[in-house]
């Protein structure tokens, strides 16, 4: 792991080794799949499909009643699992449900928000390096939740064909309509523009890899989009009072996931990172995934050597990881300082994979340092909220002559004429906004007609209205 010794400064955004933007490489192939599936539709997704995964498909679409069968196959232990992470998720995402909600001024002018779900999303779910059953209750279940009509999973087939009957059982629990087996660019194009077998849907979620990443960013716009994840990461912020064994357990528990993924460790002890190298060198040469380990961690692992704790928690907020790990006597002390991260593990036993699988908030997170400015994949994304604005005449008295003076400002002259005709109706009645009337009139005279500021704070007042 590369080590950076803070001294009289604090750690800079520039300092860590992240590779930024998608590769214009990259960008231009999922570019070319993008619109190649756009053009021709069921018949490029097969080339792809022979082409990328190694597989032969006539039909993408999974029988549903397979979801039924791999429950069977995966075994009573398994699915437990399963339906308790699906329960204590579900509890989580119920709770932020929103409400429409509509209130009403004094003069009777009524506005709200009404809040309505998506009619279709999809959800990408990896198949490349390892299966991800937990990705699909994560994604699945908050669309539910918002009340999704329609929750389309797409994932790539293995190369013997089919899916894998976890991620199959995973689907059934977190109640996903339908299935298609096609991964990559090409599975995001598909759900964006929709093919011969694939309807379109309204929104795309869901991890993958660059160029999943690079066909989201490119159709968002066409459909909305969760984020557009990099690599996986963790930071582990950590005094001497933390078991350096178990901390380096949970590096290695990120840097397990991918060659890519980042693993951050900040501590104020020299010694204690020493220790937990030792201890990454102890158990990491017994883990089945060694190789794709010890790549993420030489390559991505990050030690950052603070001169205090304040110093630590600000490297923290620099770093803005995806998961945050607090090994510190005072965890919950430190809680209010943190300021950016994708999801915050206050205490020793409160371990990073305790969330990735069973504690209940999303493990769909901002990565890459946007945890400075974006959220954890929640019930709203999966909504979307309308404006409700309801005037009376009174209310509209009120408000006019504001809306003219800064439509004036702006140079904006139909948009003043819109207020100021029902501004004219009700003091003038209705007459005074027929054509014959308006056609004698000075329409600009009406639309901007140089209101005086207490008329433009409090309105007009018109009897009756």
């Not at 909600?101 to 309505?116: I, K, Q």
Request: aromatic content about 6%; glycine content about 8%.
């Amino acid at each position: 792991m590369r080590y950076i010794q803070l001294f009289d400064k604090n750690l800079e955004a520039g300092q860590l080794p992240r590779q930024g933007v998608l590769p214009q490489a990259v960008m231009d192939s999922a570019a070319s799949i993008v619109a190649d599936v756009r053009e021709r539709g069921d018949k490029a997704l097969r080339e792809y499909c022979k082409k990328f995964d190694g597989v032969d498909i006539s039909d993408f679409a999974v029988d549903p009643s397979v979801m039924d069968d791999a429950l069977e196959q995966v075994g009573p232990a398994f699915r437990a699992a399963l339906e308790k992470a699906a329960a204590q998720i579900r509890d989580f995402h119920q709770r932020e449900v929103e409400q429409s909600w509509f209130t009403t001024r004094a003069d009777g002018t009524m506005l709200g928000c009404r809040v309505t779900p998506l009619p279709a999303v999809g959800i990408y779910v990896p198949g490349g390096r390892a299966q991800y059953p937990s990705t699909v209750l994560m994604n699945a279940i908050p669309a539910k939740v918002a009340g999704v009509k329609r929750i389309v999973m797409v994932t790539p087939p293995q190369k013997e064909g089919g899916i894998s009957p976890y991620t199959l059982a995973a689907a059934k629990v977190a109640g996903v309509d339908e299935i298609y087996m096609v991964g990559g660019a090409q599975a995001v194009a598909a759900l964006a523009f929709g093919t011969e077998s694939i309807p379109k849907v309204a929104k795309v979620t869901g991890p993958g890899n660059a160029f999943v990443a690079a066909a989201k960013r490119l159709v968002s716009g066409d459909v909305g989009i969760d984020m557009v994840a990099g690599p996986s990461e963790v930071c582990v912020l950590a005094d001497e009072s933390a078991n350096p064994m178990v901390v380096a357990a949970d590096l290695m528990a990120q840097a397990e996931h991918d060659p890519l993924a980042a693993c951050y460790l900040v501590t104020y002890s020299e010694s204690f990172a020493r220790d937990v190298e030792r201890g990454i060198e102890l158990l990491v040469s017994q883990s089945p995934r060694e190789e794709i380990t010890r790549t993420s961690l030489a390559n991505e692992g990050v030690i950052v050597l603070a001169n205090s704790l304040d110093q630590a928690v600000a490297a923290v907020n620099t770093i803005a990881p995806e998961h945050l790990e607090l090994h510190c006597e005072d965890a919950m002390g430190l809680l209010g300082k943190i300021e950016n991260a994708g999801a915050i593990f206050v205490g020793k036993w409160s371990s990073e994979p305790l969330g990735d699988y069973v504690a209940g908030p999303n493990h769909t997170l901002p990565t890459g340092g946007t945890a400075l400015f974006s959220n954890p994949l929640s019930v709203e994304d999966f909504v979307k909220r309308s404006s409700v604005v309801c005037y009376t005449p009174a209310g509209l008295l009120k408000d006019a002559p504001a809306t003219q003076t800064l439509a004036q400002g702006e140079g904006l002259w139909a948009h003043a004429l819109s207020a100021a005709l029902r501004r004219r109706a009700l003091e003038q009645g209705e007459d005074s906004v027929s054509y014959g009337a308006l056609a004698a009139a000075d329409l600009t005279g009406i639309a901007w007609p140089g209101d005086e500021e207490a008329v433009v704070s409090a309105g007009v007042q018109v009897k009756g209205a």
